[in-house]
Nanobody, 116 residues
Framework: QVQLVESGGGLVQPGGSLTLSCVAS????????MSWHRQAPGKERELVAS????????TYADSVRGRFTISRDNVKNTVYLQMNSLKPEETAVYSC?????????WGQGTQVTVSS
């Protein structure tokens, strides 16, 4: 069983930055594709960014491209989401997901609130 624990959320002013972390309890972290998703109140969960197991391939939602950066450290079993120029409408619970061979695992999520 893979456990994912997110951290780094909090309150930030519009235009500010946050970096989220997701640590995975797994021996072969590099075998898992990872992604960040977010869900705002009353809205469906959406994909924010994804990264391949080696970290060489990344994808982003159009709404965050150029402002967010996903990265990973396979030694620390951690995936990161650097978020810049945050907007109030990006207030949401941010969760990480791990995928390998059809198995999917989710973290509990971390709250990000963008407000002045």
């Amino acid at each position: 069983q893979v456990q994912l624990v997110e951290s780094g959320g909090g309150l930030v002013q519009p235009g500010g930055s946050l970096t989220l972390s997701c640590v995975a309890s797994v021996f072969t972290f590099g075998n898992y594709a990872m992604s960040w998703h977010r869900q705002a109140p009353g809205k469906e969960r959406e994909l924010v960014a994804s990264i391949s197991g080696t970290g060489t391939a990344t994808t982003y939602a159009d709404s965050v491209r150029g402002r967010f950066t996903i990265s990973r450290d396979n030694v620390k079993n951690t995936v990161y989401l650097q978020m810049n120029s945050l907007k109030p409408e990006e207030t949401a619970v941010y969760s990480c997901k791990a995928i390998r061979a059809g198995s999917i695992y989710w973290g509990q999520g971390t709250q990000v609130t963008v407000s002045s």
